[in-house]
């Protein structure tokens, strides 16, 4: 897919709690908004902030077509997305994108269900993952992981997309949805024969721990039932500084340029 | 419009804007991004005579205005990189420069034969200053006699312009570049990263698997700064200058300095597109100074 360099407006920058807030952006110059598959990233440019040299590398949550809007779900972590997080309506923010190779929409997808999992911030990129897949036919449930419901980001989105199951570490629960107490790894809707695949994204431990949940299950035999999305550490985001490696079945990979997606069977978790 | 064409060490540029090795990749990365053929060229990925997994993850540390890596030269070796890689770049219209690295002069001088072989190679940069790898290395880039030793051994079979890449990590760095000249080199670029470390304080531990890494970026420009002004009343061979150039600006602050050429590195990852600016404004600088030729920077420092 063809990476643009692009300079984005700021539309809106909603601040979900006190670490989460939404960049929805347009491109300043009017274009349309290139193609994005579920799963891709882009890398933010933030600007005089003497701590920051690098490019902040950050998931692509929703493209509005329509509104031709890109929305990045971003959490409050060091000097770069706290910068990030002060922008306004009307800042402009240098973007490339889109990046990496994202989930696996499956040729078969009007006949599967599939569940998305996520904690925390790496809920990011499943609204759009869930978008592609309704729209490729698919069935689409949610399941998020947080350690209390308030953490839990963009959840009336989700629900807009498909079923949404809820687990909170506190228990603390959200009037309407099936929420259960302790991780998502716990939650009943995990079970197995239930779902056709499986996309996950967030804490490495989280991801870790479905990956070896699902690994004994009938249907892990088949390429790309469980797929998980990485984010190590990166500079350049094109696979050319060789930087944010994974040490895959077939030796360093790029979490960039290879990923961020990778089958669970490529890994050596 | 300035004349920017540029001779070093037998190869003409069209211009002195050349990426530096390990930053670019194979150069394909960029095409979205630039025109590769408006480059005066690139230098490829490191490459050793045998493939390198390289360092463990995690093998990047940012620091104010730079960043520290250690990826201990991970490629598939040389003869992969012959017969997969270059034959997708032979036809570029630009200078495809191999960077060539190894442990042991063995590997090094077997490493430059084959490359001689390659016609469509026109030269190598030999690193002699990767901080990242246990053998070799910086090794042979840190003693002068080391130095001339390995490049001569390498000039004997190569045949082609030789460009050595110097490490900054030495107490004197003129001195290493007398011997590489005395060698045979026909061009030395510097400088290769700083060695540098990182610290998580509230984990106690060392950011990099290596503990140790290279640093580069804004931050090391003015140490490149000065080693190329020390080079360049060193030697009589050219200088291609590298280390923290963000913009045009800090290329002609290379020039001025001595170098006839310039490498970017570190910035091609906050900017993709930043060697397409620098080559348009280093010509911006010359037209405002009144230089039809760029030749007419080099070493023009007053001082």
């Given at each position: 897919m063809k990476k643009y360099i692009t300079d984005f407006m700021v539309v809106a920058n909603e601040q979900l709690s006190d670490r989460l807030f939404v960049l929805r952006l347009t491109p300043v110059d009017g274009s349309r908004i290139a193609t994005c598959h579920a799963g891709q990233f882009a890398e933010l440019r933030v600007d005089d902030e003497p701590q920051v040299f690098l490019r902040r590398p950050i998931s692509i949550h929703r493209v509005d077509y329509d509104a031709n809007e890109l929305w990045l779900l971003i959490q409050r972590a060091g000097h770069g997305t706290s910068k990030l997080s002060g922008l306004r309506a009307r800042d402009l923010l240098n973007i490339i994108y889109p990046l990496g190779n994202g989930f696996t929409i499956d040729e078969q997808s009007q006949e599967m269900h599939y569940l998305l999992i996520g904690g925390g911030v790496g809920v990011a990129p499943l609204l759009e993952t869930g978008y592609q897949l309704k729209l490729s036919g698919a069935q689409v449930s949610f399941l998020l992981g947080g350690r209390s419901c308030a953490e839990i980001a963009q959840v009336a989105q989700f629900c807009k997309v498909g079923n949404v199951y809820i687990t909170t570490e506190d228990g603390s629960s959200i009037d309407g949805l099936d929420c259960q107490r302790g991780f998502v790894t716990q939650h009943s809707v995990l079970k197995e024969g239930r779902f056709d695949a499986i996309r996950v994204c967030g804490p490495l431990p989280m991801m870790k721990a479905v990956a070896h949940l699902v690994s004994?299950?009938?249907?892990?035999?088949?390429?790309?039932f469980c797929e998980v999305s990485l984010e190590n550490k990166m500079a350049c985001g094109l696979g050319v500084c060789l930087c944010c490696v994974e040490d895959t079945k077939d030796g360093h990979k790029c979490v960039c340029s290879d990923g961020p997606v990778f089958d669970i069977h490529d890994l050596k978790w | 419009m300035a004349n920017l064409t540029t001779h070093i060490a037998g190869l003409t540029l069209k211009n002195p804007v050349l990426t530096a090795s390990g930053t670019f990749g194979y150069g394909t990365e960029f095409s979205d991004f630039i025109d590769l053929e408006r480059l005066g060229g690139f230098i490829v990925k490191g490459t050793t005579l045998h493939p390198r997994q390289g360092n463990p993850y995690p093998r990047l540390a940012e620091t104010p205005s730079g960043m520290i890596n250690a990826v201990g030269l991970q490629n598939k070796g040389v003869a992969y990189y012959i017969e997969h890689i270059h034959p997708q770049l032979a036809s570029l219209k630009t200078n495809v420069i191999v960077n060539l690295s190894g442990s042991c002069i063995e590997d090094y001088v077997e490493g430059a034969r084959m490359l001689n072989e390659v016609e469509t190679v026109p030269a190598i940069e030999l690193n002699i200053s990767c901080p990242n790898v246990k053998a070799g290395g910086m090794g042979f880039g840190t003693k002068p006699e080391m130095a001339f030793e390995v490049v001569k051994e390498v000039r004997n079979v190569y045949r082609k312009p030789l460009i050595v890449k110097l490490t900054p990590n030495v107490t004197s760095i003129s001195e290493i570049a007398k011997a590489v000249e005395d060698a045979g080199a026909d061009s030395v670029s510097l400088i290769n990263t700083v060695l540098a470390m990182a610290v998580d304080a509230e984990r106690q531990r060392p950011i990099l698997s290596t503990i140790t890494g290279g640093l580069s970026g804004a931050a090391v420009k003015p140490i490149a700064l000065r080693c190329v002004w020390q080079v360049y009343h060193a030697v009589k061979i050219p200088i291609i200058g590298l280390g923290g150039i963000m913009n045009a600006t800090d290329a002609i602050e290379f020039m001025l300095c001595g170098a006839r050429v310039v490498e970017v590195g570190t910035a091609n990852f906050i900017d993709p597109a930043i060697t397409m600016k620098i080559i348009d404004g280093i010509d911006e600088y010359l037209d405002r100074h009144g230089c039809q030729n760029i030749s007419e920077i080099v070493g023009a420092l007053k001082v």
């Open positions: 004994s299950w009938e249907q892990n035999k088949r390429p790309h | -």
